[in-house]
């Protein structure tokens, strides 16, 4: 990947760019990245002091404000201890679900003063009237001290974990400080999160039946086999992640969206990335680039058609973003019959919390490092994402392992969430690098395979998902993909969070929902204020969508693979299992 001199941008999104977004164009995804790769032992997650100082300046700056918000809290404190308090956690915060919370007068004062502190908090960074990157540090930042300071986390004011010690007369602990010294043996240092005892590849995870077809150094095909007599004429070539293996998109019976896909009658095939070592280090943009565009290749020769959709999710998504946009550059975008975007964020203006939390020099010291060991080691990234909801990912594990000293949950996306994988150094460079410049929104600014990438140039029908809840890639960062592709654009919000948005299968006990519109407008909060809501999952949606442009119903093939291409090992493969 390399930056030219053109200069010209897109007519779009306008407000970003007048407030320097350039300077704050960066991804969560790759922020994270940066983040993992200089790993140390999660002290810059929490020690902000620019950002400390910048709130402070502020606030002195309004010295009113903040005599008001101490008063506020003084006050509130004052009532919380007076048993006058009307603070009560939000409805879905599970910490204070137990009933000691309201009933016992000392747990209740102790958790409204708790609230009324974390109310304050929030109160005086707003008071600071700080810029965007600098609020979202701050916020961060004290967002995670607090979590860690929270009455939950404590055993002598936690209600379960109190009455756990008085019925297992304190075993709980002693267990819970085994498991304590083990977790903290080795990277990410973090407290286990699943039972992975209770899975594995090819036994409960990855079933959908099917064959490698081709295997490269960088990847393996599979082709899966067909579930009915018949099939659409036009194939689907799912695009994994490069940062986790591919079977979030296989991963259980019943789950699993290949299973759904081939269950309607659709073609699928499915890049495996292979784990990358240290050999592997110069592996790229292009690199991955150019081994999307042989994958695209083979299925076509397998399923003797010109086109093919090709499907992307998150990093896959970046990768496969430049790869359309080298066959708009050279005039083969005939080759794709559409584009499927997966939480996946093109365009990486302020693009969420991670996005406020580096800066160039740091990003270049992450990319030196990777360089030094010729990968990204996923365990420290695993510990980056973990950081990011620490309530859910971290000390909800802290209390159930260590204060409870009960066994995490089997729960099979949690198992593939630790299931980490290597990311290459020259990846990594090339992403840290595409997100500083924001070159994907930015016409001509990132090449590859030797041609200028305009994504307004991939004029290809597109699919567009993203997750309301998502805290790596943020909904309105990938609904800007839509005024970045060219042709017509569905997109589909769900209500779910990164994880759950993909594994979202039918089912009449769900309570899942999904927002959709055609040719989205450039304003995604005022199209987000009129969308109407859809009960149930938007699988169907997208099954309906992608049939009215597979051409028709065809014989499905009695063998995998072909000539050319034969099958030589069951799904899901080797490189999946590569450690």
Same mark, same amino acid.
Request: charged share 20%; hydrophobic share 45%.
């Given at each position: 990947?390399?930056?030219n001199?053109?200069?010209?941008?897109?007519?779009r999104?306008?407000?970003?760019?007048?407030?320097?977004?350039?300077?704050?164009?960066?991804?969560?995804?790759?922020?994270?990245l940066?983040?993992?790769?200089?790993?140390?032992?999660g002290?810059?997650?929490?020690?902000k002091?620019?950002?400390?100082?910048?709130?402070?300046a502020?606030l002195?700056?309004?010295?009113?404000?903040?005599?008001?918000?101490?008063?506020?809290?003084?006050?509130?404190?004052?009532?919380?201890?007076?048993?006058?308090?009307?603070?009560?956690?939000?409805?879905?915060?599970?910490?204070?679900?137990?009933?000691?919370?309201?009933?016992n007068?000392?747990?209740?004062?102790?958790?409204?003063?708790?609230?009324?502190?974390?109310?304050?908090?929030?109160?005086?960074?707003?008071?600071a009237?700080?810029?965007?990157?600098?609020?979202?540090?701050?916020?961060?930042?004290?967002?995670?001290?607090?979590?860690?300071?929270?009455?939950?986390?404590?055993?002598?004011?936690?209600?379960?974990?109190?009455?756990e010690?008085?019925?297992?007369?304190?075993?709980?602990?002693i267990?819970?400080?085994?498991?304590?010294?083990?977790?903290?043996?080795?990277?990410?240092?973090?407290?286990?999160s699943v039972?992975?005892?209770?899975?594995?590849l090819?036994e409960?995870l990855?079933?959908?039946?099917?064959?490698?077809?081709l295997?490269?150094e960088?990847?393996e095909?599979?082709?899966?086999?067909?579930?009915?007599?018949?099939?659409?004429?036009?194939?689907?070539?799912?695009?994994?992640?490069t940062?986790?293996?591919?079977?979030?998109l296989?991963?259980?019976?019943?789950?699993?969206?290949?299973?759904?896909l081939?269950?309607?009658?659709?073609?699928?095939?499915?890049?495996?990335?292979?784990?990358?070592?240290?050999?592997?280090?110069?592996?790229?943009?292009?690199?991955?680039?150019?081994?999307?565009?042989?994958?695209?290749?083979?299925?076509?020769?397998?399923?003797?058609?010109?086109?093919?959709?090709?499907?992307?999710?998150?990093?896959?998504?970046i990768?496969?973003?430049?790869?359309?946009?080298?066959?708009?550059?050279?005039?083969s %975008? @005939?080759d794709?019959?559409s584009?499927?975007?997966?939480?996946? &964020? #093109?365009? !990486? /203006?302020? $693009?969420?919390?991670?996005?406020?939390?580096?800066?160039?020099?740091?990003?270049?010291?992450?990319?030196?490092?990777?360089a030094?060991?010729?990968?990204?080691?996923?365990?420290?990234?695993?510990?980056?994402?973990?950081?990011l909801?620490?309530?859910?990912?971290?000390?909800?594990?802290?209390?159930?392992n260590?204060?409870?000293?009960?066994?995490?949950p089997?729960?099979?996306?949690?198992?593939?969430n630790?299931?980490?994988?290597? %990311? @290459?150094?020259?990846?990594?460079?090339?992403?840290?690098?595409? &997100? #500083?410049? !924001? /070159?994907? $929104?930015?016409?001509?600014?990132l090449?590859a395979?030797?041609t200028?990438?305009?994504?307004?140039?991939?004029?290809?029908?597109?699919?567009?998902?993203?997750?309301?809840?998502?805290?790596?890639?943020?909904w309105?960062?990938?609904?800007?993909s839509?005024?970045?592709?060219?042709?017509?654009?569905?997109?589909?919000?769900?209500?779910?969070?990164?994880?759950?948005?993909?594994?979202n299968?039918p089912?009449?006990?769900?309570?899942?929902?999904?927002?959709?519109?055609?040719?989205?407008?450039?304003?995604?909060?005022?199209?987000? /204020?009129? $969308?109407?809501?859809?009960?149930?999952?938007?699988?169907?949606?997208?099954?309906?969508?992608?049939?009215?442009?597979?051409?028709?119903?065809?014989?499905?093939?009695?063998s995998?693979?072909?000539?050319?291409?034969?099958?030589?090992a069951?799904?899901?493969?080797s490189?999946v299992?590569?450690?």
């Amino acid at each position: 990947m390399t930056a030219n001199s053109k200069s010209s941008n897109r007519d779009r999104d306008a407000a970003e760019h007048s407030i320097g977004a350039r300077a704050a164009a960066r991804s969560a995804l790759d922020v994270m990245l940066t983040d993992a790769a200089l790993d140390d032992g999660g002290l810059r997650r929490f020690v902000k002091p620019r950002a400390a100082a910048r709130v402070a300046a502020g606030l002195a700056r309004r010295p009113d404000r903040l005599a008001t918000r101490l008063a506020d809290l003084g006050a509130e404190l004052a009532r919380a201890l007076a048993g006058r308090s009307e603070q009560a956690p939000a409805p879905g915060d599970k910490r204070f679900s137990d009933p000691a919370w309201s009933d016992n007068w000392l747990l209740r004062r102790l958790l409204q003063s708790y609230l009324a502190t974390v109310q304050a908090v929030d109160g005086l960074i707003d008071d600071a009237a700080l810029d965007w990157r600098t609020e979202r540090q701050a916020r961060f930042a004290a967002g995670n001290l607090l979590d860690g300071l929270a009455p939950t986390n404590f055993p002598l004011t936690n209600p379960v974990v109190l009455r756990e010690i008085v019925d297992k007369g304190g075993a709980n602990l002693i267990l819970g400080g085994r498991r304590f010294v083990q977790d903290m043996s080795s990277s990410p240092r973090l407290p286990a999160s699943v039972d992975t005892s209770k899975f594995e590849l090819g036994e409960n995870l990855a079933l959908s039946p099917g064959s490698v077809v081709l295997r490269t150094e960088v990847f393996e095909l599979i082709h899966y086999r067909p579930a009915s007599k018949t099939v659409r004429e036009v194939p689907l070539l799912f695009v994994p992640p490069t940062i986790n293996r591919f079977y979030i998109l296989d991963i259980s019976p019943g789950r699993s969206v290949v299973e759904h896909l081939v269950g309607a009658g659709q073609q699928v095939f499915l890049v495996s990335w292979c784990n990358p070592g240290a050999e592997q280090g110069h592996f790229d943009l292009d690199t991955y680039a150019r081994s999307v565009l042989e994958a695209r290749a083979a299925v076509a020769e397998i399923t003797a058609q010109p086109a093919v959709h090709i499907n992307a999710a998150c990093s896959g998504g970046i990768i496969t973003a430049a790869a359309l946009g080298h066959l708009a550059a050279t005039g083969s %975008l @005939a080759d794709v019959a559409s584009l499927t975007l997966w939480v996946c &964020a #093109l365009d !990486n /203006a302020r $693009a969420g919390t991670a996005a406020a939390l580096a800066t160039r020099e740091l990003a270049a010291a992450a990319v030196a490092e990777s360089a030094r060991k010729g990968y990204l080691d996923g365990r420290a990234l695993a510990g980056v994402f973990a950081w990011l909801r620490p309530n859910d990912l971290i000390w909800n594990y802290v209390v159930n392992n260590y204060m409870l000293g009960k066994d995490p949950p089997a729960f099979d996306i949690l198992y593939w969430n630790q299931d980490s994988v290597r %990311l @290459a150094a020259g990846l990594h460079r090339d992403f840290v690098h595409l &997100a #500083l410049e !924001n /070159a994907l $929104a930015r016409p001509g600014v990132l090449e590859a395979l030797g041609t200028p990438v305009d994504l307004g140039a991939v004029d290809v029908d597109s699919y567009i998902v993203a997750g309301v809840k998502d805290h790596i890639v943020p909904w309105e960062n990938a609904y800007r993909s839509t005024q970045l592709l060219g042709g017509s654009t569905r997109f589909v919000l769900s209500t779910s969070g990164h994880i759950q948005a993909l594994v979202n299968p039918p089912d009449p006990a769900s309570r899942a929902s999904y927002r959709v519109v055609d040719d989205a407008p450039p304003d995604p909060h005022a199209w987000l /204020a009129h $969308a109407d809501m859809k009960r149930g999952s938007w699988w169907p949606d997208y099954v309906e969508w992608l049939g009215a442009r597979s051409g028709d119903l065809t014989a499905a093939p009695k063998s995998l693979g072909s000539r050319a291409h034969r099958a030589t090992a069951k799904a899901p493969g080797s490189y999946v299992r590569a450690a």
